[in-house]
């Protein structure tokens, strides 16, 4: 029988892997929107975001409210690493039947604990008493809380059940009261639950403890969580600590099996039958009560106090911790136990002292093991969620069972390694309680919010206002219509240039078509069947050597044809004489579909006779010269107007062509009329906008930021291109950097050191900022990245550098979409309509790797244009396809 007790007492292996997994499912339930409100295991945020980084120091207070009494501390941190701060305590006893009696008057008598406290404390020092003093409020109570300094009374527990409070916000409760007591510079400024304060307490530097276990009356554990996972706060950046409140863990009956009939007992007689079944299988306010139901079941059986008289174990509450921790500690011999269990009452033989042990033993050693498999799925959790392949974690320690059973700690490792073998926890305990921990939280906030202002002082100017984004629209509006006026083009910033394509796609397209692209990444040479089931296309990329390129315009276009030739004879094409489109990522003046003069080079190109001479003429020289009868060039394409042709293949509704890559530029259809720049009013030709030089002429000044200047003033083109300087891919990445000096100057950032590497001019590159942003990214690849900048992060590092990424793309999303807006709304204008819907075809990498910069810009435009129903489709290779569907409808409007 006795066997049989201690059996039903302990728990196979296998089965805690199952409980490990159950507590982990609960865990994820408890942080999901969705479930969090049928979850057993509530996981409630804290809005404690970070640790101790040692620098923190001033005075704080710290009052906490206990089982019996109140604890007045007051805290002086000295930014030594909070190795050694000083702290004065005074304990207040609760008086008699105020834990049940009004809220009011509990929040009263804490504020007079306080007042007095702090008399007797600076009695020496009057000034001090003027001096702005923080407090840590440890509310060892389940609280919805929704700010670090905003906590809701869920639920009063361990004997507390004040009127007026449930419900409420205990930090304004409290606040109230104090200033009743007219200590108006006793500022509450955070709330927290023991647990908490136990892991702030444990918190050093160099060594982080990012885990608590409270072992004591009640049963709980607290960890730093990511903070995007905890979907129940708005926060989603960096982590946040997580109460897991796991005492009511099995209240959905997931403990049933493991639930002996002591347990049954112990719960049917407490004051919340049914509730909290993990607090009372592992909760020191429960254990004794475990080990006298097992003794009445064990005497009615006969196994224990057989012919004695146990009337005693029937009241409740005689058997209690202290007892069982003795009986547990008297590892030799039973003098003790006997003595223990007599002056309860009873009179055990020598056979009934070593039963009694075992008893206790196992229902103590349950409550280590249980205790070790809630710790191995919190271990387990961070392990996955922080995409590591092992952890290394300090763990908090504090509580009566944790401090009075000897073999707890062993049990709690040995137990927790075999079920998380990929975690390794170090325990820390806790030498000063919560109080400190307390102090710390509240110092914490405190230096976040002095480093908050700065960085919002840094980060301020490139915050865009809606009002902002409006003025933006607007000027763009103003530059477009400067840009086609007759006399007023050739002062306006965006030149929106005449493409003469005057179409776009409708689908009946038919031919074969060659395609150039040359001017960006790659030289190429395609070929592009449009046919009745759709473009398919083949292509070869070709070198053109530096010697080519800066040697003379002859010998560039020969050499052209040359590829173009080579290519025909790859692909079978040498018999039929195909028409050409050209797409050219060079600025030109426009003058004809198939005429354009080249304004000037870039991109390492300089060969020599080709400024100010007409391109497509220059090509078909170099065809004659090398009797090249094969093509036929048709048309001269711009990279943007290729991205809209190839998308208003797919999309009749596609009057719109957009780049975000190295830099950014936008096309759209305009009425004729409208374009005093080209004879005619009949009909529509797409503009080249040419944005990208937006505010070349000082109506952007207003936006620059000091971050702005410093780019442009380094780059090959200074005070040019200044809006495409604010967007795209080639720019974010060196803004970003430049901020990142700036605060790493300021002491915001990787503790004020620079490291000679981030000094290099573009070694931030643009797809950083992707890579940074990405939701739910490990802050560990962050680290990574700046690792490769030989910068050792932090963590809070990592968390302010994502924002300073997300301002940057942000801007950069919300500025492109101003001028998107501008752009549609001139489009409804034109065509007399309430409402129009439009597609943009956009292409470049910016764009379509960043995950952010898309949802940023179609949010915006909705906004800034809430008439217009505008569509966004990726475009495929529109260099290529492009050009060959403006040669396609070219061909067919001429036929
Ligand atoms: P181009 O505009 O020259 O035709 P792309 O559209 O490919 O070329 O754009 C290249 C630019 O995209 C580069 O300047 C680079 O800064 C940026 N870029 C490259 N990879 C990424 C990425 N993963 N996320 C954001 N931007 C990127
Ligand atoms: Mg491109």
């Not at 527990?157 to 009743?180: E, M, P, R, T």
């Not at 030498?431 to 405190?446: H, K």
């Not at 509704?653 to 080209?678: H, S």
């Not at 968390?799 to 500025?815: D, G, H, I, K, N």
Request: proline share 3%; aromatic share 6%.
């Amino acid at each position: 029988q006795i066997q049989r007790a201690l059996r039903s007492l302990s728990i196979p292996l296998e089965r805690l892997h199952i409980m490990k997994g159950h507590m982990m499912q609960d865990m994820c339930k408890g942080l999901s929107r969705q479930t969090h409100a049928q979850a057993k295991v509530r996981m409630l945020p804290t809005y404690i975001c970070s640790i101790p980084n040692g620098t923190e120091n001033g005075n704080f207070l710290v009052v906490e409210l206990c089982q019996s009494q109140i604890r007045t501390v007051l805290v002086t941190l000295y930014g030594d690493g909070n190795m050694s701060p000083r702290m004065v305590y005074k304990i207040f006893d609760l008086p008699e039947g105020i834990a049940q009696g009004e809220g009011e008057a509990l929040f009263d008598f804490i504020a007079q604990c306080l007042s007095q406290f702090l008399t007797e404390t600076f009695s020496s020092d009057t000034n001090k008493s003027e001096e702005r003093l923080p407090l840590g409020f440890v509310f060892p109570f389940s609280c919805r809380q929704t700010q670090l300094d905003k906590a809701e009374l869920l639920t009063w527990s361990k004997g507390f059940s004040c009127s007026g409070v449930v419900g409420k916000d205990v930090v304004q409760l409290l606040q109230s009261a104090i200033n009743k007591q007219e200590l108006c510079h006793v500022d509450v400024v955070a709330v927290m639950n023991d647990t908490v304060g136990t892991m702030m307490t444990c918190s050093t530097e160099g060594r982080p403890c990012e885990v608590a276990m409270v072992a004591d009356k009640g049963s709980n554990c607290c960890f730093m969580a990511e903070a995007y996972l905890v979907e129940t706060a708005d926060e989603t950046s960096g982590r946040m600590c997580v109460n897991t409140e796991w005492g009511c863990f099995g209240d959905d009956g997931t403990l049933n099996d493991v639930f002996t009939p002591y347990d049954e007992c112990v719960d049917v007689e407490s004051s919340n039958p049914g509730e909290k079944r993990f607090e009372k299988m592992v909760g020191t306010l429960y254990l004794g009560e475990i080990v006298r139901h097992a003794l009445i079941a064990l005497t009615a059986e006969k196994a224990v106090f057989t012919g004695t008289d146990i009337a005693v174990l029937k009241e409740k509450g005689v058997f209690t911790m202290q007892h069982v921790l003795e009986i547990v500690r008297n590892e030799d011999g039973t003098t003790d136990v006997k003595r223990i269990l007599e002056d309860l009452g009873l009179q055990p033989s020598e056979r009934d002292c070593g039963r009694v042990q075992q008893v206790c033993r196992a229902v103590v050693g349950r409550s280590a093991t249980l205790h070790a498999t809630g710790l191995a799925a919190i271990l387990s959790y961070m392990c996955q969620t922080r995409d590591m392949e092992t952890l290394m974690v300090n763990v908090g320690m504090e509580g009566e069972i944790y401090k009075g059973y000897p073999r707890f700690e062993e049990i709690l490792m040995s137990v927790s390694r075999l079920l998380s073998p990929e975690c390794m926890a170090t325990l820390l305990p806790s030498r000063d309680g919560s109080g400190r921990g307390a102090a710390m939280v509240t110092a914490v906030a405190l230096r976040l919010a002095a480093q908050r202002r700065e960085v919002n002082e840094v980060l301020g100017p490139l915050r865009l206002s809606r009002a902002d984004l409006e003025k933006v629209q607007a000027l763009m509006r103003q530059e477009m219509e400067q840009g086609l006026g007759k006399d007023t083009n050739a002062t306006a910033s965006v030149r929106m240039l005449p493409t003469y394509v005057t179409h776009t796609p409708d689908g009946t397209e038919r031919g074969d078509f060659l395609a150039l692209d040359l001017g960006g990444t790659n030289f190429r040479v395609l070929v592009v069947h449009v046919t009745e089931e759709g473009i398919n296309m083949a292509s070869e990329i070709y070198v053109i050597p530096a010697d080519i390129m800066q040697g003379t315009g002859e010998a560039l276009f020969d050499h052209i044809i040359d590829c173009i030739v080579d290519f025909q004879m790859k692909q079978n094409l040498v018999k039929d004489m195909l028409p050409l489109g050209f797409t050219f990522s060079f600025p030109c003046k426009q003058v004809g579909l198939d005429k354009a003069l080249l304004l000037t080079w870039t991109k390492g190109f300089s060969a020599s006779g080709c400024v100010g001479q007409d391109v497509v003429q220059l090509l078909r020289e170099a065809a004659r010269r090398k009797q090249h009868l094969g093509m036929q060039v048709v048309a001269l394409v711009n990279d943007t107007v290729g991205t809209m042709m190839a998308c208003g293949y797919d999309d009749p509704k596609c009057e719109i062509g957009l780049i975000v890559g190295t830099g950014t530029n936008a096309c759209y259809m305009e009425e004729m009329k409208n374009v005093g720049t080209v004879q005619g009013d009949e009909g529509r030709m797409c503009i080249n906008m040419e944005w990208g030089a937006f505010g070349d002429n000082g109506c952007l000044d207003h936006l620059f930021t000091s971050f702005d200047k410093v780019v442009d003033e380094t780059t090959i083109n200074p005070g040019k291109q200044r809006f495409e300087k604010l967007i795209s891919g080639m720019y974010l990445g060196e803004i970003v950097r430049q901020i990142l000096m700036v605060m790493t100057e300021k002491q915001l950032l990787f503790q004020g050191k620079l490291s000679p590497k981030l000094q290099t001019r573009n070694i931030f590159q643009t797809k950083f900022l992707s890579t940074i942003e990405l939701n739910g990214l490990p802050l560990r690849q962050i680290r990574a990245i700046l690792n490769e900048l030989e910068i050792d992060a932090s963590f809070e590092d990592s968390v302010l550098l994502r924002e300073v990424c997300q301002t940057v793309s942000l801007r950069a999303a919300q500025l492109c979409a101003a001028g998107l807006a501008a752009v549609v709304e001139k489009m409804r204008e034109n065509q007399g309509l309430d409402q129009l819907s439009v597609t943009v075809g956009v292409d470049g990498t910016l764009y379509k790797l960043h995950p952010c910069f898309s949802d940023n810009l179609r949010k915006t435009l909705k906004d800034l244009a809430p008439n217009c129903n505008v569509s966004f489709l990726l475009s495929e290779d529109g260099s290529g396809k492009g050009a060959a569907l403006v040669a396609a409808v070219a061909s067919r409007a001429a036929n």
